[in-house]
T-cell receptor, first 112, second 114 residues
Framework: SQKIEQNSEALNIQEGKTATLTCNYT??????LQWYRQDPGRGPVFLLL?????KEKRKERLKVTFDTTLKQSLFHITASQPADSATYLC???????????FGKGTRLHILP | EAQVTQNPRYLITVTGKKLTVTCSQN?????MSWYRQDPGLGLRQIYY???????DKGDVPEGYKVSRKEKRNFPLILESPSPNQTSLYFC?????????????FGSGTQLSVL
């Protein structure tokens, strides 16, 4: 079956270090992949979108990579801060005309 | 400010009492959608709309109704709520026709059905 997998266990990172979150997928060849941030009880907020022909995308302290051979996307936050603590959702779009499919998210805690 | 506005933020009701959750967006988006989010299950799509007067079922439509009479509004209706509809609900909109790029989410409605 088609799946998107994100680490269900919370990730604890020391402030100032780089946090790396993983999104693995099976049985897809997605047109593009997105990352969202969600704070407790609030709606997800769009962060970055990376397309199948792009290897890497950056936005300020955020970096996303997309490896279609490994079927994996990595989401990096450099110089992490306690304010970065949240749940991060990976979402993929199988084909350009398909609906978006969300992973269940990974909780990130940045420890002061 | 570009936003998706949901109301109410919190709602407690009893089984069988009809309720409506409102959703409005000010970005002139064609696409709007409703999701529910439950622990361990992630976001699941209830209904979506790609244009005025056009609505389609998502993955979990049973027990819900929607309407899209105006572009900016997309209310979610529970005709006869049941306890298994207790959940956190989100409305979302997108500039892309399929709603698969950069979704804008509302702040959520926490619904409890007793």
């Amino acid at each position: 079956s088609q799946k998107i997998e994100q680490n269900s266990e919370a990730l604890n990172i020391q402030e100032g270090k780089t946090a790396t979150l993983t999104c693995n997928y099976t049985n897809y060849s997605p047109a593009y992949l997105q990352w969202y941030r969600q704070d407790p009880g609030r709606g997800p907020v769009f962060l970055l979108l990376i397309r199948e022909n792009e290897k890497e995308k950056r936005k300020e302290r955020l970096k996303v990579t997309f490896d279609t051979t490994l079927k994996q996307s990595l989401f990096h936050i450099t110089a992490s801060q306690p304010a970065d603590s949240a749940t991060y959702l990976c979402a993929l779009v199988p084909n350009r005309d398909d609906k978006i499919i969300f992973g269940k998210g990974t909780r990130l805690h940045i420890l002061p | 400010e570009a936003q998706v506005t949901q109301n109410p933020r919190y709602l407690i009701t009893v089984t069988g009492k009809k309720l409506t959750v409102t959703c409005s967006q000010n970005m002139n988006h064609e696409y709007m959608s409703w999701y529910r989010q439950d622990p361990g299950l992630g976001l699941r799509q209830i209904y979506y709309s790609m244009n005025v007067e056009v609505t389609d079922k998502g993955d979990v439509p049973e027990g819900y109704k929607v309407s899209r009479k105006e572009k900016r509004n997309f209310p979610l209706i529970l005709e006869s709520p049941s306890p298994n509809q207790t959940s956190l609900y989100f409305c979302a909109s997108s500039f892309s026709a399929q709603g698969n790029e950069k979704l804008f989410f509302g702040s959520g409605t926490q619904l409890s059905v007793l």
